[in-house]
């Protein structure tokens, strides 16, 4: 008849074989969770008062708060930094055409073929970089048109005579009720000896201009003036 074994030990002692372990304490620990501990502390006064808190400073917001910008044109028209670009129809051709115009004013400054879809159901829109392109080019045209402006009012020669050098200059005065010129001589040091009054269609040569130095900046009984 087989015996059973018993693998029963007691709780007191150890299984054979095997080294007793030592029992495992947890230690407290004296240091506080940071949720717990306080945010700021008290100031208390001799007196057991405590004393007001001056209210926080506010901090700006970190992101702009601005609604955005309304949008400035549509499809065929645009306005910005006082310049305003419109598509309208030629009436010549039919075809389409871009005006650009500076506020307050009537008369465009610019006027340009404007290009259509690819299925010439209409115009190309504008858009911002349409637009910024058109105003450099408007911009550029009313700094030729200035340019032209003082080249045709203001002449000037500049010539050679005994031993000096002379320079004579005619401005156009373009006055709707009394039209003239301003003729003025300046030397070689620069400065401005003879000025006079002429007739706004006086032609500025290097033979008038010799003529009157030698006239001694006088008119010369009509002959020039």
Not at 82 to 96: F, H, K, L, T
Not at 173 to 183: G, I, N, Q, S
């Amino acid at each position: 008849m087989n015996q059973q074994m018993s693998f029963e030990f007691a709780l007191d002692t150890a299984a054979p074989g095997r080294a007793g372990r030592a029992a495992r304490r947890r230690s407290l620990s004296l240091h506080t969770p940071p949720a717990q501990l306080p945010l700021q502390l008290a100031l208390v006064c001799a007196d057991g008062t405590v004393p007001a808190r001056p209210p926080a400073p506010l901090r700006p917001p970190v992101f702009r708060t601005e609604a955005s910008p309304p949008r400035l044109g549509d499809d065929r028209s645009w306005s910005e930094g006082g310049w305003s670009a419109s598509i309208v129809r030629n009436q010549d051709d039919d075809a389409w055409v871009v005006q650009m115009r500076r506020s307050g004013e009537s008369e465009p400054v610019l006027l340009a073929p404007w290009t259509t879809e690819r299925d010439n159901a209409g115009p190309k829109p504008l858009d911002q970089p349409a637009f910024n392109a058109l105003v450099k080019a408007a911009a550029d045209t009313l700094e030729r048109q200035a340019r032209q402006m003082h080249a045709s009012l203001h002449k000037r020669v500049a010539l050679s005579l005994g031993s000096g050098r002379w320079e004579v200059t005619l401005d156009l005065v373009p006055d709707e009720y009394d039209p003239h010129a301003v003729l003025s001589a300046v030397d070689d040091a620069g400065e401005c000896v003879a000025r006079e009054r002429v007739l706004p269609d006086f032609k500025l040569t290097s033979a008038t201009a010799r003529a009157w130095i030698e006239a001694g900046f006088r008119q010369a009984g009509g002959e020039l003036w």
